[in-house]
């Protein structure tokens, strides 16, 4: 059984920063995949970030140049730090972990940009 444990989040005014960290636990394995997704209100969940086991992780273009994600898939450990936050980035976040053909993903954390 892989579980995913999430914390960071919070509520943080325009052009301010917050940092997300995720780890899981569960089975010794290697994960092919981790990162974040996140679903704003009345929107569908979508790719915010991901670090593949083998490869360059890749941002969405919403993000880029404000996040900066960072993972050890052998560690199953996921961060991602996220500045210059705008209203729009409003939504749940979600830790995603694929391995093994399965999906899985965090209970999600709550990221609200207000003024």
């Known amino acids: 059984q892989v579980q995913l444990v999430e914390s960071g989040g919070g509520s943080v005014q325009p052009g301010g920063s917050l940092r997300l960290s995720c780890a899981a636990s569960?089975?010794?394995?290697?994960?092919?995949?981790m990162g974040w997704f996140r679903q704003g209100p009345g929107k569908q969940r979508e790719m915010v970030a991901v670090?593949?086991?083998?490869?360059?992780?890749r941002l969405s273009d919403s993000v880029k140049g404000r996040f900066t994600v960072a993972g050890d898939n052998a560690k199953k450990t996921v961060s991602l730090q996220m500045n210059s936050l705008k209203p729009e980035d409003t939504a749940v976040y979600y830790c995603?972990?694929?391995?093994?053909?399965?999906?899985?993903w965090g209970q999600g954390t709550q990221v609200t940009v207000s003024s």
């Open positions: 995603y972990l694929h391995w093994n053909g399965g999906d899985y």
């Open positions: 569960g089975s010794d394995f290697v994960a092919n995949i």
């Open positions: 670090v593949p086991s083998f490869g360059i992780a």
